[in-house]
Structure formats: C-alpha cells, structure tokens
C-alpha cells in the first residue's frame, strides 16, 4: 500500500493528462522527480522543458534523468519559472507541474515567493492545451510561511469555471500544515489572462 506522499499523489492525476509524444513542463525542477516522471510518460516523441534557478537543480535532475534511463527528449533551463511563457506556444503543452516552496536537501532561503510563483501560475494557464493540466503542490507552515498559499489559492479560486475546473485536495488528518495538491484542467481555449 503507498503512503500516497503528495507526489505520488500528484504523478497519479498526472498519468491520465500526459500521452507519448506530448510537450510538458516542470516549472520548478528541484532534484527532478517530476522532470523525469515526465519525460517518461512523453517518450521519445514527446519533450519536456524543466526550469529552476539553481545550478544545483539542474545537476540533481541530469543525474536522476541518466540513473533512470529516461528518453532523451528533455531540456533544462537555468531561468524562473515565471519565464515558461517565452518556452512554448498558448495551447500546446498537456502538462505543467509545479512544486513551491524550496529544493530539499538545499538552501531553505532560496524558496519560491507569492509574487513570483503567482506570476508563473499566469503565465502558465495560457500554455495549457484543451484538456491540459496544472498540477501544483503547494507547501506551507516553517520556513515557506503562508503567504504563498494564500496568494495562490486565491487566485485559483477567481479562475472562470467554464474554462478551468479547479480541484482543491488535502490531507485532512495530517497535523504540521501538510502540502496542499491543487490540479488545473483547461475546459476550452480561453482568451488571456
């Protein structure tokens, strides 16, 4: 039985959005569990575009995409991930994952901000094609505070729901303020935000 940690959480929604041959983005790379989750479900046709703006990001996911041998079909970026929208066209990308908060393992400091992550989470949406998905884990509570959360979900919920149903999980029992898994799935081509 899984512990259902909220990435594997995540990668099970995930599986149901992303087909072999499909263009995805993992906004906030880390040590690359999403990036190499991805880039597997892509295949070799597909393509997955990975951003953080910390070198030691980029080496822990070219290390994790080598020790599991996943499709060469990945490129990396040392840039913010509120600058995904430079990186592919309004209605192209099946799935966008992001994970707020800071790398573990490195520089608690060096953590995703409001006005930042809520700028990506914008330049995001318009990406995603008809039947697209965001998947965000957002953290709170220690060392990210709360501002983060509340700003992002905030905005979430102003989304229009005729073109994006917004789904809201939680773990409703875990004490220490648990992640929080929100998904985004594009209803229709929408004008932009």
């Known amino acids: ?97 992001f994970n707020f908060g800071y790398l573990p393992g490195g520089d608690h400091a060096k953590a995703t901000h409001p006005e930042t992550s809520l700028a990506a989470v914008k330049a995001a949406l318009p990406l995603l094609k008809a039947g697209g998905l965001l998947s965000l884990c957002i953290y709170s509570g220690q060392d990210t505070g709360f501002e983060e959360r509340d700003v992002l979900l905030q905005f979430l919920q102003t989304l229009d729901p005729k073109s994006y149903l917004v789904l809201k999980t939680d773990y409703f029992n875990r004490p220490n303020h648990p ?3 929100v998904f985004v799935i594009r209803q229709e081509a929408t004008s932009s935000l």
């Not at 099970?12 to 190499?36: E, K, Q, W, Y």
């Not at 703006?53 to 822990?60: D, K, V």
């Not at 499709?71 to 799935?95: R, W, Y």
């Open 179 to 181: 992640p929080i898994p």
């Open 1 to 97: 039985m899984t512990s259902y940690q909220i990435t594997e959480w995540c990668h099970r929604m995930i599986r149901d959005f992303v087909s072999p041959g499909d263009l995805c983005m993992d906004a906030t790379m880390g040590n690359g569990h999403d990036t190499a989750f991805l880039s597997s479900l892509a295949g070799t046709e597909g393509q997955v575009l990975a951003f953080d703006i910390q070198e030691i990001a980029l080496s822990n996911t070219r290390k994790r995409l080598r020790n599991e041998n996943c499709p060469d079909n990945t490129t990396l970026f040392l840039e913010s991930h509120t600058e995904i929208g430079k990186h592919a066209l309004p209605g192209s990308v099946s799935c966008i994952t």
